[in-house]
């Protein structure tokens, strides 16, 4: 038992890896923490222990195995754990949203070196009913109602929200660690209860030029009618709870 982060800790979850089963094909990074803090009341231990089991753990690890799998010469899968956060900021996860995202800029990067090695890499997004999500008002009654009583999450949460089961995850992460996944690397993928989803990469949205660059007044001039006409959205959407459930809760 050890705090996932430094990298010998990770060169020894991959000894203990090739010790038990001879070789090492898959390697999951899931170790995470929670500091939740908004900006001015976040310490820097708050920043520095989510950072460094998200980001630097996933980091040291995905190193460890991609050493081993480059060594093995057969190829292999690394599967990242990222967070909807890390795709669209959450309120008061500064750290959090940090690593998340940075996992996923990990995933392209190394999508692109180590693919002469056969070795895929890919960040999954997942939304599930955990201790975490409990805490969403919207979801909370919802998610205690299906575990008293054994029950399935409502077919809106299910599908509108796309939250499910942790078990709903695992199908993505078996068709990741297959065969069958050979073609797919550098995506983040996005899964929850009956929601299956590619997140896009960053683009340009909108693009204007002027002759000789940019000055300050030219951008103000223009930004309501230019770049800025449509800005983008920021934030993870609040849930749309259907009349019915919201009177019955």
């Keep these: 038992m050890a705090a ?17 089963f001879g070789r090492l094909d898959v390697m999951v990074t899931n170790a995470g923490v929670l500091r939740d803090r908004v900006l001015w009341k976040m310490s820097d231990e708050d920043f520095d222990a989510v950072v460094d089991v998200h980001l630097r753990g996933t ?3 995905a190193r460890a195995a991609a050493v081993r799998m480059r060594e093995q010469g057969s190829g292999g899968r690394l599967i990242l754990i ?32 180590l693919a002469r090695a056969g070795i895929t890499v890919n960040a999954v997004v997942p939304v599930a009913a955990t201790e975490m999500t409990k805490t969403i008002p919207a979801f909370a009654p919802v998610i205690e109602e299906s575990e008293r009583t054994g029950r399935p999450l409502p077919g809106w949460l299910r599908r509108d929200e796309g939250l499910g089961t942790v078990e709903d995850v695992a199908g993505l992460i ?9 073609g797919v ?7 929850g209860g009956d929601r299956l989803a590619l997140w896009s990469h960053p683009s ?7 002759d000789g660059g940019w000055t300050a007044e030219t951008i103000a001039a223009s930004w309501d009618t230019g770049v800025g006409a449509e800005p983008e ?12 459930d919201a009177q019955g809760a």
């Design 204 to 210: 340009e949205k909108a693009v204007a030029f002027a």
């Design 59 to 61: 980091f040291t690890c």
């Design 174 to 182: 078996v068709f990741l660690a297959s065969d069958a996944s050979a």
């Design 233 to 244: 959205s920021y934030g993870i959407p609040a849930p749309k709870v259907p009349a019915s």
């Design 82 to 113: 990222s967070s909807p956060a890390g795709q669209r900021g959450n309120f008061g996860q500064t750290n959090y949203a940090a690593a998340k995202a940075g996992i996923v800029a990990m995933a392209r990067t190394w999508a692109m070196e």
């Design 4 to 20: 996932v982060g430094s990298a010998e800790v990770a060169e020894r979850l991959v000894d203990t890896a090739v010790k038990e």
């Design 185 to 191: 690397t550098g995506q983040a993928i996005g899964i």
